[in-house]
Each structure stands twice: as C-alpha cells, then as structure tokens.
C-alpha cells in the first residue's frame, strides 16, 4: 500500500513538474561603435529557450526613438514566419514582434529572429535599454499564453571613440 502512495505521489509530482514549462525569450546586447557620419544600421537577436514545445513567440520591445529605427525583421528555420508592427510614441516606440511555427509544428531553441535596426549619428555614448515584455504559446493550447515567461531586457552600449591599435612592428613581422 505504501509502494502505491509513493508511485501515485511521484506521478503527480512529475505531471506538476511537466506543467511548469521554462520559457525564456530573450533580445540580445551588442557594442557599437560609430566609425564615420551617417546612421549604421546594426542587428540583434531575438532568442528562445525552452523545456516544452512553442507554438508561437511574441514580444512587445520599447527602445528610444530619438536614437533607433526598425527597419526590418527576419525569422531563422524552416517553415517559421515572422511579422512586426510599430507603434510610434512621443519619445519611445513599441515594435511588437510575432514569431511563429507553421500549424503543428514547434519553434526550434536558439535564435529565431534577427531584428534590424537604424541607429542615429546623434546617438551619444553609453547604454541603450530596449525593453522586453515577452509572451509564448505552447504546442497544446496555442491560443492561450503560457503563465511563466521570462526574458531580459536588450541593450546597445554605443560608443564614439575609436580605440587606437598599437603594436609592435618588431613583433609583428
């Protein structure tokens, strides 16, 4: 009687543990240095980790849009596409980002987007934050977002000043 209990215990221990899925959707953070006048446009990832199947990943990021411009996006793997919308504010912009699998089908692990970005020669030096307020849909139920998703704000530590290389010519050659 007591081998059951402990049987019936692990099971539902294990069905509660399967419930709790770990989503993480993530915008990457990259240094850039301006080299000469004009905007550059530079390129940050969008990347998912998670214990279960994803249907569908969608997230709402805030940058400055003194500073930033989206100019386009791009879904990576076979059969997932990709769709974004600003929504221009007075001093911020919301780009909401939807990444999804074809119907039946899981998004893999790792990168999924690559976001593309303008950023302004009158960007001054330090961080950037782009917020990020992720959602995702799991495989069983992809109408309903899953209850734990977390995610990390991105950022673009821009800087102006170009490091002089020095080396040694003796050591060089």
Not at 28 to 42: A, M, N, V
Not at 58 to 79: C, D, H, N, Q
Not at 126 to 136: H, M, S, T
């Amino acid at each position: 009687m007591v081998r059951v209990a402990m049987v019936v215990l692990m099971i539902v221990a294990g069905s509660l543990c399967a419930a709790e899925e770990a989503v993480r959707v993530d915008l990457g953070s990259i240094e850039f240095t301006f080299t000469s006048e004009g905007g550059k446009e530079l390129s940050i990832p969008l990347s998912l980790t998670a214990t279960g199947k994803i249907a569908r990943v969608s997230t709402e990021i805030v940058y400055p849009s003194k500073y930033l411009t989206f100019l386009k996006g791009a879904a990576r793997g076979k059969g997932v596409k990709f769709e974004a919308a600003t929504k221009p504010e007075s001093e911020k912009t919301r780009l909401v980002v939807t990444v999804a699998a074809e119907s039946g089908q899981a998004l893999g692990t790792g990168v999924i987007a690559e976001l593309e970005f303008k950023i302004s020669p009158l960007t001054p030096d330090g961080v950037l934050a782009l917020a990020n307020f992720p959602r995702a849909y799991g495989l069983e139920d992809p109408s309903t977002p899953l209850e734990k998703v977390e995610g990390n704000f991105g950022s673009i530590e821009v800087s102006t000043k170009v490091e002089p290389i020095i080396s040694c010519f003796f050591y060089m050659h």
